[in-house]
């Protein structure tokens, strides 16, 4: 299986093994579910950020249509769950966002960078992943349903980059991307083994 079909993400170093597609497509129930939790957790997140910076109007403006439509995406995915007979329950989470987040340094202004360029990697991995499972699923109808959230995807980790760029200088905000798209690469060279969206 080829996974070369994915889209070019530049934001993220190594492409998604076929053994993680493989893995993907002959668990797609738990994927299904962990991809419920994983919209539920980036919906907190951009809620998280609005919190933590109050006075930031643009991110504010832009995490909130994030929020929405990340909430959106939850309840369609979980609407797939119900069609499935597949009951909400929690799952084990791979180590991937837990090790990232330690990458976050601890004092402003170097901890708002940090965040939305973790954030940023999170969905442009997110992005490639679903692209992957909307190639090749055998439902067809799933598989569309998968193809209709890469475009948010897309605006999601864009939407990230962008206000990172709109409150720190391009330069900076490159060189951090770097390091942090290094250790991204570093933790899935491991791969956790049950099957996730970001195992």
């Known amino acids: 299986m080829n996974t070369n079909t994915a889209p070019r993400i530049k934001f993220i170093k190594p492409p998604t093994s076929t053994a993680w597609l493989e893995q993907a497509l002959a668990n797609l129930d738990t994927i299904l579910l962990d991809h419920s939790h994983c919209e539920r957790k980036a ?3 951009a809620l998280n950020l609005m919190f933590r910076y109050p006075s930031s109007t643009k991110l504010i403006r832009t995490l909130t249509a994030i929020a ?3 909430l959106q995406h939850f309840e369609q995915v ?3 769950l119900d069609r499935r007979g597949i009951p909400l329950a929690p799952l084990d ?3 991937y966002g837990s090790e990232l987040n330690k990458q976050i340094r601890r004092h402003e202004p170097q901890r708002m960078l940090d965040f939305l360029l973790v954030y940023s990697l999170i969905e442009a991995r997110s992005h490639e992943r679903l692209g992957l499972l909307g190639a090749h699923c055998p439902d067809a109808e799933l598989a569309a349903f998968y193809r209709g959230l890469m475009a948010s995807e ?4 864009g939407s990230y980059w962008v206000l990172a760029t709109t409150y720190f200088d391009t330069e900076v905000v490159t060189e951090r991307l770097e390091e942090l798209s290094e250790i991204e690469s570093n933790i899935l060279s491991t791969p956790f083994p049950k099957p996730r969206i970001h195992s």
Do not use: K, L, T
């Open 43 to 45: 919906a907190g997140v």
């Open 78 to 80: 979980n609407q797939w």
């Open 68 to 70: 929405q439509e990340e």
């Open 93 to 95: 989470a791979p180590p």
């Open 154 to 157: 897309a605006r999601h980790y």
